[in-house]
């Protein structure tokens, strides 16, 4: 009966968990800026950043009474969707948004759905829509925007950085698709965040130790990075929570609408932390993605998330 209220009460405040929840991420991505900028090795960041929300989700689990599982259909999920859709691809932005504005970025991430809508129709998981593939090529001509004018990015090679941030989003979109085809059966969802974030911290150590790419905050006078650190992990554990709870009230399609709100919030994180602005190239890249996204899952979503208010 607790359960049913907390859904209840989670479906009808769903708009401003979604809107919290999209704040966090946009903002999370100018806090890993920022620690990169200070120093903080790719890999030693994403190490942390799941070592904290191991502790942080296993602690929930413990007090839930859920039991963290280990067979083998759930390493194979925490494999496909934790180490290589989630930890390989976190890597790869803090790696790449030293080099971009924090804005940009943010609009490489945004085009998560429209490659999982690509992946789901290879995969025969969804149906194809010549509306829904005009949003897909919409946003690719928006990425084209971004890469090929010389003067859309604040210095040319950041072309190729965009490219290489691109990396992201692709492994982003093969986690969602892999998390639904592989997600074991009765498996619980804090449960599985937190296996996840577990096997995640376990394969990174080896590999941060290995290439001396560990960081050790200084937890005696912790400077700006640790600050940095310390935030990424308190919204990795928020973000997991809100995001399993929005889950489990409003369904996944509900909740795609957070994207817009990453992407929003993203951009003016950068604008204030960084003192950011971008070049027209950008702004027109950034409608054709709304747009594209608009197409793909918009109406969709937009719909799915007034049915669940109202329930």
Known sequence: MAGASTVDVTRRFSPLLILLLGSLWGFNTSMVKMAGLEGVPAIGLTTLQMTGAAIMLWLVCHMRGIRLRFDRGHMIYYVLVG?????????????????????????????????????SLFMRMERFDLGRLTGVLMGFGGVLLIVLPT???????????????LITPTLYAFSSIAAARCRPDG?????????????????????????????????????????????????????????????????????????????????????????????????????????????????????????????
Do not use: K
Request: proline letters at 5%; glycine letters at 10%.
């Open 83 to 119: 180490v290589i859709g989630t930890a390989v691809p976190s890597a790869n932005m803090v790696n790449t948004i030293r080099e971009l504005p924090a804005g940009v970025m943010v609009l490489a991430i945004a085009m998560v759905p429209l490659m999982t809508y690509v992946g």
């Open 187 to 311: 498996a619980d969802s804090a449960g599985l965040a937190a296996g996840m974030c577990l096997v995640m911290a376990v394969a990174l150590w080896p590999l941060a130790l290995g290439l001396g790419h560990e960081y050790i905050p200084d937890f005696a006078e912790p400077g700006l990075a640790d600050l940095c650190i310390a935030i990424v992990i308190a919204i990795t554990c928020i973000a997991y929570i809100l995001f399993f709870e929005l889950i489990r009230a409003v369904g996944p399609v509900s909740l795609s609408v957070v994207g817009y709100v990453v992407t929003l919030t993203g951009i003016l994180f950068g604008m204030v932390f960084f003192d950011e602005s971008h070049s027209a190239w950008v702004w027109g890249a950034a409608g054709l993605i709304f747009l594209g996204l608009a197409l793909v899952n918009g109406r969709q979503a937009a719909g799915a998330l007034m049915n669940a208010v109202r329930q």
């Open 151 to 165: 003067t859309s990015l604040p210095e040319p090679d950041d072309a190729g950085w965009f490219l290489i941030g």
